[in-house]
C-alpha cells in the first residue's frame, strides 16, 4: 500500500512558468514532508521541508504548501528554470522517533525554454 | 556541508558474485540508510542502522546484508548477486536530530 503518492509521472512547463508538483499521503502520522530533487545518475539532493504545524514553507523560488485536513502537499516553483529539469521526490516521516522516509514514486519535470 | 561518498558509481558484476558497496559520511551521523532506485518505483529502503553495529530491515531486505562497524561507514552486501539487483543503488545520512536524510551520488550496478 502507497502512503506517499505523486500521481503525475512527468510534468512539462515553460520556462518563466510556474511549475506545480503535487502529492498526497494516507498516513495520518505523518507530521514532517521533504522534496527531493533528483538528477540522472546522481544522488537526491534536499530541497524544502515543511513540519506539519505550518502550512507554508519558502526558500527562494520554491515554495511548499501543506494541506493536512486534505492529506496533500505540492511545491511550487516560480519562476521555473530549465535547470529545475529533474526528477522530485515527495517524502515523508511519522516523526516520535522514527528513522524512516517513505518516498512518493518522483514526477519528472521539464522546463521548456 | 553534509558529504556523503560511495566507493564506485559504477559497477559491473557476474550473477553469483559477492558484491561490496560502501559508503561513508564525514558529519558524525548516527543513522544511515541503503535504498535502490528504479524506474517508476521511487526509492525503496532496503536497510537502515541507527547506530554503530545496529541494523534494521527496511521495504526490501531479501538478498542483501549490512554492516556498520564504524559510525561513518555503512556497507551494503550482496551475497550473491542476481540479475534483479541490477539497479541504482544510493547512501544517506541523518543526525543531529533532524529529519532531513543526506544523499550519496549513487552506485549504478549492472549484474549480468
Known amino acids: 500500500d502507497q502512503q506517499v503518492k505523486q500521481n503525475s509521472p512527468s510534468l512539462s512547463v515553460q520556462e518563466g512558468r510556474i511549475s506545480i508538483l503535487n502529492c498526497d499521503y494516507t498516513?495520518?502520522?505523518?507530521?514532517?514532508f521533504l522534496w527531493y530533487k533528483k538528477y540522472p545518475a546522481e544522488g537526491p539532493t534536499f530541497l524544502i521541508s515543511i513540519s506539519s504545524i505550518k502550512d507554508k514553507n519558502e526558500d527562494g523560488r520554491f515554495t511548499v504548501f501543506l494541506n493536512k485536513s486534505a492529506k496533500h502537499l505540492s511545491l511550487h516553483i516560480v519562476p521555473s528554470q530549465p535547470g529545475d529539469s529533474a526528477v522530485y521526490f515527495c517524502?515523508?516521516?511519522?516523526?516520535?522517533?522514527?528513522?524512516?522516509?517513505?518516498f512518493g514514486k518522483g514526477t519528472k519535470l521539464s522546463v521548456i525554454p | 556541508d553534509v558529504k556523503v561518498t560511495q566507493s564506485s558509481r559504477y559497477l559491473v558484476k557476474r550473477t553469483g558474485e559477492k558484491v561490496f558497496l560502501e559508503c561513508v559520511q564525514d558529519m558524525d551521523h548516527e543513522n544511515m540508510f541503503w535504498y535502490r532506485q528504479d524506474p517508476g518505483l521511487g526509492l525503496r529502503l532496503i536497510y537502515f542502522s541507527y547506530d554503530v553495529k545496529m541494523k534494521e530491515k527496511g521495504d526490501i531486505p531479501e538478498g542483501y546484508s549490512v554492516s556498520r562497524e564504524k559510525k561513518e561507514r555503512f556497507s551494503l552486501i550482496l551475497e550473491s548477486a542476481s540479475t534483479n539487483q541490477t539497479s541504482m543503488y544510493l547512501c544517506?545520512?541523518?543526525?543531529?536530530?533532524?529529519?532531513?536524510?543526506?544523499f550519496g551520488p549513487g552506485t549504478r550496478l549492472l549484474v549480468l
Open positions: 498516513n495520518s502520522m505523518f507530521d514532517y
Open positions: 517524502a515523508a516521516n511519522p516523526g516520535a522517533g522514527s528513522y524512516q522516509l517513505t
Open positions: 544517506a545520512s541523518r543526525g543531529g536530530g533532524k529529519e532531513t536524510q543526506y
